[in-house]
């Protein structure tokens, strides 16, 4: 039991308040409406033939938009605290407590059109079941997961490439990436930690860390840097200890410790959460 609070303890991303996903919402929102008229699922669907009740029906997905927008980008302003130190566990009950208010205020819009007629427990429920499908369905397109899912093998893949890496002397020695456990620099030399068949080892170049990062560091390379001194693999750390300012990571399985730069901290708790 104490391993799954751990777990749900991890630190885990908080949407940004950017334009790119401001753009997602409002698409998934317009997708939505879209697709509700297109598809008619569960039954929903024009018949009467007014253009009202088109008109009606696609702002449920405008409806659906300010929603999302009051709870992922309005609460957090006035109530910044709640959203410190987000982590796994709270982003579960925090997704939870959106569906149900999303759920309710498409409940609530609907039966200010229908008269209260159907103000039921029952319909609650029944809506609440069709906003998480349909939103969940048009984020899926939208949103691109497939795209997330190739992303994620490609990046597997390019892990298990052999890199060869040439030092400033002209020495050149080749890796599997995902062999590579963290890379030190030590003045004008480096130190690669690795495994050779489940062993540990270490490579020591002339070369300085930059001139490394150039050759192995990429959008699809588990390998990023955390320290002006340190590149690590980030399938082979965890998040150690953190505060606002600090971070130290620990090698999985040994005793090595790693500072984070403090410009670093974002990406590498992002990084890190998602990770497994």
């Not at 039966?111 to 209260?116: E, T």
């Amino acid at each position: 039991m104490s391993k799954f609070f751990q777990f749900l303890s991890t630190p885990f991303p908080r949407p940004q308040r950017t334009r790119k996903n401001l753009l997602y919402i409002v698409l998934v929102g317009i997708g939505s409406s879209f697709f509700i008229l297109l598809y008619k699922p569960f039954g929903i669907q024009n018949q009467t033939g007014e253009w009202l009740v088109d008109a009606v029906i696609f702002s449920l997905g405008i409806v659906f938009i300010f929603s999302v927008l009051l709870m992922e980008w309005g609460l957090p302003v006035v109530f910044p605290r709640l959203f410190k130190q987000w982590t796994l566990g709270k982003a579960v009950l925090w997704y939870a407590w959106v569906i149900l208010f999303v759920g309710f205020v498409m409940f609530v819009y609907k039966n200010l059109w229908a008269g209260f007629q159907e103000f039921t427990f029952q319909e609650f429920v029944l809506v609440l079941g069709r906003v998480f499908i349909i939103g969940f369905t048009v984020s899926f397109v939208v949103l691109g997961i497939w795209q997330y899912i190739s992303q994620r093998r490609v990046a597997l893949i390019s892990s298990q490439e052999t890199y060869t890496i040439t030092a400033q002397n002209g020495k050149s020695v080749q890796f599997v990436l995902k062999d590579i456990l963290y890379i030190q620099s030590d003045d004008n030399y480096v130190d690669i930690h690795y495994l050779a068949q489940g062993i540990r080892q270490k490579e020591v170049l002339r070369s300085s860390l930059k001139n490394i990062e150039s050759q192995i560091v990429n959008p699809l390379s588990p390998i990023i840097r955390c320290h002006r001194q340190y590149l690590i693999n980030l399938e082979c750390f965890k998040i150690a200890k953190m505060t606002t300012r600090a971070m130290t990571l620990t090698l999985q399985g040994h005793d090595d410790q790693i500072p984070v730069s403090k410009k670093y901290i974002p990406n590498l708790k992002q990084q890190l959460s998602t990770h497994p």
